[in-house]
């Protein structure tokens, strides 16, 4: 049975926490790195250096619900998400991938990132399944913790980012005024 | 023995499969599901001696096939090979009927460490 | 401070008015998003919407983005009420434009406390 939500998940000091007060870039980073060694091979490295995203990307995702709520966004260039997906099918990879191929290999890759990620940020939360497109959109950039890596050479990003708007807003007349009342 | 394997990914299904040859249990059957409830009807028609079970699934989750499993008086063994391994989870997994929790990313050291009493 | 209610079941409309009355809200009620959103054009803009995730005609989804596309409505805050069940989805509609989400079942304090942090308590307000 669900217990009611009190508040209690969330009142934590009565604000809601952004995602670099529970996490930062190195624990994302090697959370990404015991994924890839696991999964995609054994000597896999991912060189913490930002490249430059090609034009043509494709994003997978999870989301988490919970104390902190968002999602966890891996993107890369459509050609290094083929390669991902040719790693981790391995000796079941066929001559020509298809995109439900890719979607599943990199749909799981996020999906076990994220559960990591999930697992270190307070709960309970819950974790959805993974999709695969166009990386949902930034929604607050105050709550945003994003590991950019090489794989293999090819750039590659890892976002945790907040769902939630941040606070206050809608922006009231009143918190763009100065001391003197003049609006801002 | 007969080992059912259900995960909604089926690289993921491929990958488990292929940790149990390396690991060293490839004398068995595997049969494979992609979602809970195709699991839950498997374990009924495939008669399983271990089911190794994704939580997150479409249709029916891990969690609520092992539920309905044990609900139904089924005692087959079953342990989790999920992305989330937190204490909670695994807490959570244990109060409804699980053996284990394996946790990706895994190694086959940490499927033999699971199974080596279950599995010749 | 003005609030929409937006459940098709009657008891939850009756629990989240009544919350929010006694925080002090003027409160309108509608039975899905479609009735929402005629609410909406007939009146002036609430301050605070709570919206049901699962409703017949227009659930709670579709009246989120269809709220959004309207700049008129721009100034008014969204709190998607969802239960248990479909909880991991509701980063959809905070995506859509939802500003907060409640987990049903949940207790005046819990949407007392979201109120409160989206600064719309009506004490807070006065300055």
């Known amino acids: 049975m669900s217990t009611p939500d009190t508040g209690e998940r969330r009142r934590s000091s009565d604000h809601r926490p952004v995602i670099t007060e ?9 959370i990404a790195e015991d994924v890839w060694t696991a999964l995609v091979g054994e000597d896999e490295i991912l060189l913490p250096i930002p490249g ?39 000796d079941h990879a066929p001559a020509e991938l298809e995109d439900d191929d890719v979607a599943d290999a990199f749909g799981e890759i996020a999906n076990v990132v994220g559960g990591n990620v999930k697992a270190a940020l307070p709960g309970p939360s819950a974790l959805s399944l993974p999709d695969v497109g166009d990386a949902p959109a930034v ?46 | 023995m007969k080992i059912l394997v259900a995960d909604d990914s089926r690289v993921m299904r491929q990958i488990v499969i292929r940790t149990l040859r390396q690991a060293g249990y490839d004398d068995h059957d595997i049969v ?25 699934m479409p249709n029916m989750t891990g969690f609520e096939c092992l539920q309905a499993m044990r609900s139904a008086g089924s005692v087959v063994p079953f342990g ?24 990706k990313p895994f190694t086959e050291d940490t499927f033999r460490e699971h199974l080596d009493g279950m599995l010749a | 401070m003005r609030a929409l209610v937006i459940d098709d079941s009657r008891a939850m409309r009756r629990i989240v008015s009544g919350t929010l009355e006694n925080l002090g809200f003027e409160v309108n009620q509608a039975g899905d998003g479609r009735e929402g959103l005629d609410v909406l054009a007939d009146g002036s803009v ?51 434009g939802a500003h907060e989400y409640v987990i049903k079942p949940f207790t005046a304090d819990a949407l007392r406390d979201k109120v409160g942090l989206l600064g719309l308590l009506p004490q807070e307000a006065v300055l």
């Open chain 1, 139 to 184: 929604r607050n950039p105050a709550d945003l913790c994003r590991v950019d890596v090489l794989w293999r050479g090819e750039p590659l990003s890892i976002s945790v980012q907040g769902a939630l708007p941040a606070l206050p807003f809608p922006p009231s007349t009143e918190t763009t005024l100065n001391q003197n009342g003049v609006s801002l």
């Open chain 1, 52 to 90: 430059e995203l090609p034009a043509d990307v494709v994003s997978s995702w999870v989301d988490v619900v919970g104390p902190w709520t968002g999602t966890v966004v891996l993107t890369t260039g459509r050609e290094s998400a083929a390669g991902l997906t040719r790693a981790l099918l391995g």
């Open chain 1, 22 to 30: 529970l996490i930062d870039e190195a624990t994302v980073q090697s």
């Open chain 2, 32 to 56: 494979e599901a992609e979602d809970g409830a195709d699991a839950l009807s498997k374990v009924s028609s495939e008669q399983p001696d271990l089911v190794l079970s994704d939580w997150n």
């Open chain 3, 46 to 96: 609430p301050d605070l919407v709570t919206v049901d995730w699962n409703m017949p005609v227009m659930d709670g989804l579709q009246f989120v983005s269809a709220v959004r596309a309207n700049p008129a409505y721009r100034a008014m805050t969204i709190m998607m009420v969802t239960a248990e069940s479909e909880h991991t989805q509701i980063v959809r509609a905070l995506a859509a």
């Open chain 2, 80 to 103: 989790f090979v999920t992305s989330e391994g937190s204490p909670e989870m695994r807490e959570k997994a244990a109060s409804a009927g699980a053996m284990f929790l394996i946790a």
